[in-house]
């Protein structure tokens, strides 16, 4: 949280023996609005500020404190005598000035018309003073000896992004408020001219999930091998090249390099195997469908970061700069078990319980969906044979992956049948099962789909021919 001071005057308020930056006359007019008309001009003024720390002055601070504490007060309305009583019960009407000084401030504007830009003005010089603030102890904090550099960089970042969004408030409001705009959205919807998440290119899932919904912690298991990088990677290019309109994606992948993962997103959009270039068995003719495909690439928003061991500090902090350079919409960690905690945890069960939990924090903070990539434990095969159905309770090392999580879903496929696929199968496809076992806001079920090993990608079984034709690699 952003260390906001109280008393902002005395508390660092110089720097080089500057104050700091400030509007008293936009902090008076803003006053003074708030008492020749109260019901419009409070609301007004608590939606844009919402805290008395918003201004700089602390006389203005008292005289705040004491119109919204009357406003908030259903029986009692907002005047001079009732703010100066407010005032004097609180021991601070002589501080500010007395019953002059309140005088002086009201008719301090002749019109309340220029509000909304008074407020603009006295939220622009908060948000800076808070800047400053945040960057003054951060220095003071460099010279601790006793403060990890890297928890003091989460940290630091974590009060900038704050800082981003220091006036905004999630306000409370009646049903019957919120009916009109509600019904306006569900008609949107209908209509189809609004998204409620962002479409995956798996229509089938699209259906059950309504998408990748922000805020949202989607969780992916299998077993090793099976396919859910590739699931996952097809999932990002759908989002940021094949949809309508197109996003920025983050892949944080602790397991591959970023030429591994170009190469494996250039070989599913050509539709080329990518053993061709190993094997010697690449037609010249092929080389305009990778030309077409790089092409096609290049234009899409993929950040792509192959750091591995990565700790949730380093991702958090990673993840926000990401939000704010490049506003990025969903982001996709390849995989959970490689993540690190960032203190030591007692036994590996917690650390993952700390990992997934921090990954869900970051969803609602940075409000977009991340998919995370989980290995599944052995006990799938053990109990029923390679070919078992994957369920809850397989999710390797914490059950609280299944408790932070939104949506857990399950990639399955037969493994004898993953270990030998012939031409004929690969061309035909191979049959493959998302399995969605736990949705928060929507149905469970299972999304049909064929998996083509030779490029890597997967399909809806009755899109197929219409999204993504089989190649005739």
């Not at 908030?72 to 500010?96: F, M, P, R, Y």
């Not at 220095?139 to 006793?146: H, I, T």
């Not at 949809?243 to 397991?255: D, G, H, M, N, Q």
Request: proline share 3%.
């Amino acid at each position: 949280m952003v260390n906001i001071r109280n008393n902002q005057e005395a508390s660092g308020a110089v720097i080089n023996e500057r104050p700091q930056p400030h509007s008293l006359e936009a902090e008076r007019a803003v006053l003074a609005a708030m008492l020749r008309e109260p019901r419009p001009c409070i609301d007004m003024v608590t939606e844009q500020l919402g805290t008395a720390d918003a201004f700089y002055s602390h006389i203005h601070r008292e005289v705040f404190k004491a119109v919204d504490a009357l406003y908030n007060q259903s029986d009692l309305g907002v005047d001079l005598i009732s703010v100066a009583h407010q005032l004097t019960k609180n021991g601070t009407l002589e501080d500010i000035g007395g019953e002059i000084f309140l005088a002086e401030l009201y008719n301090s504007i002749a019109t309340t018309a220029n509000l909304e830009s008074w407020c603009d003005i006295v939220r622009e010089f908060f948000i800076l003073r808070n800047m400053i603030n945040v960057c003054s102890e951060a220095l003071l904090k460099c010279y601790d000896d006793s403060i990890n550099a890297k928890e003091l960089i989460d940290r630091i970042e974590s009060d900038l992004f704050e800082v981003r969004n220091v006036t905004s408030r999630s306000d409370i409001v009646t049903l019957k408020e919120t009916l009109g705009e509600t019904f306006r959205n569900i008609q949107a919807l209908i209509d189809g001219k609004i998204e409620i998440g962002i479409p995956t290119g798996l229509p089938d899932l699209d259906k059950m999930i309504g998408g990748m919904k922000p805020g949202e912690m989607f969780v992916l298991g299998a077993r090793p091998s099976i396919g859910k990088t590739s699931l996952a990677l097809n999932l990002i290019r759908n989002i940021a090249v094949q949809t309508s309109k197109p996003r920025s994606v983050a892949l944080f992948s602790l397991e591959m390099t970023s030429e591994q993962i170009a190469r494996r997103l250039i070989c599913t959009e050509a539709r080329i195997p990518e053993s061709r270039f190993f094997d010697g068995s690449f037609k010249n003719n092929e080389m305009s469908k990778l030309t077409q495909a790089v092409n096609v690439l290049q234009k899409a928003k993929i950040f792509i970061d192959p750091t591995g061991g990565l700790t949730i500090a380093e991702l958090r902090a990673k993840a926000r700069r990401l939000k704010m350079m490049h506003d990025i919409e969903f982001i996709v960690i390849d995989y959970l078990q490689l993540m690190k905690a960032d203190g030591r945890a007692e036994s590996r069960q917690q650390e993952v319980a700390e990992i997934s939990s921090g990954i869900k924090k970051l969803a609602k903070e940075l409000n977009i969906p991340i998919l995370v990539l989980a290995q599944l434990n052995r006990e799938v095969e053990k109990t029923a044979g390679a070919s078992a159905r994957p369920r809850l309770s397989h999710l390797r090392e914490s059950g609280s992956i299944e408790q932070d999580a939104d949506i857990v879903s399950f990639l399955h496929r037969d493994r004898d049948e993953a270990k030998s696929i012939s031409l004929e199968q690969d061309q035909a496809g191979v049959d493959a099962e998302l399995i969605l076992e736990k949705n928060r806001n929507g149905q469970t079920g299972v999304v049909k789909m064929k998996f083509f090993p030779s490029r890597m990608e997967f399909v809806n079984v009755k899109y197929t021919a219409d999204d993504r034709p089989v190649s005739d690699a």
